[in-house]
């Protein structure tokens, strides 16, 4: 059964950093995407970063613009995201997902993802 666990998030202020970070279990293919997701009040769900192991593509959403960065401890099946120069419109429920990837998967849409952790909470307020 396969497991993510997210933690982290939390308030912070405009200017702020933070780090998500997610812990997965029960992962059965060889190669697979981790990576984040987050979805404001009214709004849909947008990628924010993935990695995807097959290819070692590293993937950010515009919107980031260097602020974060993705990483991966592979043995672990563990992947953070750290969050720096945050602001109000980072704000969001943030979520961990996983999916298998193979030639032609590129880890940034939705529908690649099969397991999702429950979300975490990330607010920017001054």
């Known amino acids: 059964q396969v497991k993510l666990v997210e933690f982290g998030g939390g308030s912070v202020q405009p200017g702020g950093s933070l780090r998500l970070s997610c812990a997965g279990s029960?992962?059965?293919?060889?190669?697979?995407?981790m990576g984040w997701f987050r979805q404001a009040p009214g709004k849909e769900r947008e990628g924010v970063a993935s990695?995807?192991?097959?290819?070692?593509?590293?993937y950010y959403g515009d919107f980031v613009r260097g602020r974060f960065t993705i990483s991966r401890d592979n043995g672990e099946n563990t992947v953070s995201l750290w969050m720096d120069s945050l602001k109000p419109e980072d704000t969001a429920m943030y979520y961990c997902?996983?999916?298998?990837?193979?030639?032609?998967?590129?880890?940034?849409?939705?529908?690649?993802?099969?397991?999702w952790g429950q979300g975490t909470q990330v607010t920017v307020s001054s």
């Open positions: 997902a996983a999916g298998p990837a193979s030639y032609g998967t590129t880890c940034t849409l939705e529908s690649e993802y099969s397991y």
């Open positions: 029960g992962f059965s293919d060889a190669s697979n995407c």
């Open positions: 990695i995807n192991t097959y290819n070692r593509f590293t």
